[in-house]
């Protein structure tokens, strides 16, 4: 899901590039799911679409509350098994989702490591650390451009 959340400009600007790099990564035996795009969205939103759908994780791309030094940093909320009452603490969080930030690549590599682990241990949030830093980047399964891959 893409959602405007609290900076419209966030989701302009970095959704797209952010769901290519994830489109790169993703195993091939993996069905993603359409994009749904909502205005005035929160993060909460993802739980009743998804449990409406049945999905197995639902990503929220989202524009986060501008601060001093960005007013368009993009963050993606990640939620296990998505249902109507799933509360913060059921998601993982990766912020600051922009050039001058965390880059597409590098934010693609991690949401891809925290789908991987959310259904092998078939939880979000404080169940399931990030330790995607620890393993090197998910190989490109794309053959457009093997080098986002590294």
Not at 88 to 101: F, V
Request: proline share 7%; charged share 20%; aromatic share 4%.
């Amino acid at each position: 899901m893409v959602g405007d959340g609290l900076s419209s400009l966030a989701a302009q600007r970095h959704a797209a590039p952010l769901l290519a790099a994830v489109r790169q990564r993703v195993p091939p035996d993996w069905r993603l799911g359409t994009v749904v795009i909502a205005e005035q969205a929160r993060v909460a939103l993802g739980d009743p679409i998804g449990q409406q759908v049945g999905a197995r994780l639902v990503a929220m791309l989202i524009g986060e509350r501008p601060g001093l030094s960005s007013p368009d940093s993009l963050g993606v909320y990640l939620t296990h098994a998505p249902r109507v009452g799933r509360s913060d603490a059921e998601r993982n969080c990766i912020s600051n989702i922009r050039p001058e930030g965390l880059g597409y690549a590098a934010a693609a590599h991690t949401l891809v490591w925290l789908c991987r682990e959310a259904l092998r241990l078939q939880c979000t949030g404080i169940g399931l650390k990030d330790e995607s830093a620890t393993v090197p980047p998910i190989a490109s399964f794309s053959t457009e451009d093997p080098t986002l891959g590294s």
